[in-house]
């Protein structure tokens, strides 16, 4: 953004195309813009939208966030085009989460798929996670009816199901064993977001107070050598609790 800010002369919106996590700092996409830039107008899209099917022209509805109602109808109309479907939001916070946190979640739903546990597994996974999700999300002055929407269950969905998700594939090789995140890796020209995304969420989750057992399974078996199994385990053996904690 430092690098851009020279470029982007004038007092037109910016809009983040972009989903994840300052690693460094911890911060969403829109608040280092907000530093860099402070008092610019901008908007965030993201949803359930593999790039590969909106090139192709099948239908696609995504969520756009700007803080200005008008702003965001403005988008919206500007960027739909055919089977491309925006819908405008004013939770940029919750847009934002919800871009970043599935990622983490759909590499646990991969290792869950590749270990073989099952369908319930799959849906309990996904539904524990989204738990995380809005608990992480109301802390941070979202709204749940964003999470429940396209920028956050939504892309859960997609990202933890989807066959073109990187994040699900690389926890399906994961959990069929045999391979590390490096060896996974190594000769592939992609990125796989949740890898780096796993720690700094847990890193703002921990400054706000907030569990989040998933993510933090997720980050023990890619950054400290944690057996899938024992993970598990473990998280099978949590209190039972009252749902929706």
């Known amino acids: ?15 983040i195309c972009a989903k994840g996590v300052e690693a460094a700092s911890g911060l ?20 359930p939208s593999f790039a590969e099917e909106a090139v192709r ?9 700007t803080r200005d109602p008008a702003l965001g109808r403005d988008l919206a109309a500007t960027l739909a085009a055919g ?23 759909a590499i646990a739903a991969g290792i869950v798929e590749g270990r073989g546990l099952g369908f319930n597994a799959t849906a309990a996974l996904i539904t524990r996670g989204f738990a995380e999700m809005a608990r992480l999300g109301e802390a941070m002055g979202a709204e749940l009816e ?19 998700s990187r994040n699900r594939s690389l926890g399906m090789a994961l959990g069929k064993g045999g391979t590390t995140y490096a060896q996974y890796m190594r000769g592939r020209r992609q990125v796989v977001e949740g890898e780096a995304t796993a720690p700094a969420v847990l890193a703002r989750a921990g400054r706000l107070g907030i569990e989040m057992p998933i993510c933090a399974a997720v980050d023990a078996i890619l ?3 944690a057996d899938l199994d024992d ?3 473990g998280l099978l053996a949590r209190p039972l609790r009252r749902e929706g904690r």
């Not at 953004?1 to 809009?15: H, N, Y």
């Not at 969403?28 to 899209?45: C, S, Y």
């Not at 964003?146 to 073109?164: E, F, M, R």
């Open 231 to 233: 993970v598990i385990r």
């Open 146 to 164: 964003t999470l429940t929407g396209l920028s956050g269950l939504g892309d859960l969905v997609l990202t933890c199901h989807g066959p073109l």
């Open 83 to 105: 089977a491309f479907r925006p819908y405008w939001s004013g939770d940029v916070p919750g847009v934002a989460l919800g871009g970043a946190v599935k990622n983490v979640l």
């Open 223 to 225: 950054h400290r050598g």
């Open 57 to 65: 022209g099948l239908p696609t509805a995504v969520s756009i966030a």
């Open 28 to 47: 969403f996409l829109p608040e280092v813009v907000e530093q860099v830039l402070p008092g610019r107008p901008l908007a965030l899209l993201s949803g």
């Open 1 to 15: 953004m430092r690098e851009l800010s020279a470029r982007l002369t004038g007092a037109g919106p910016i809009v």
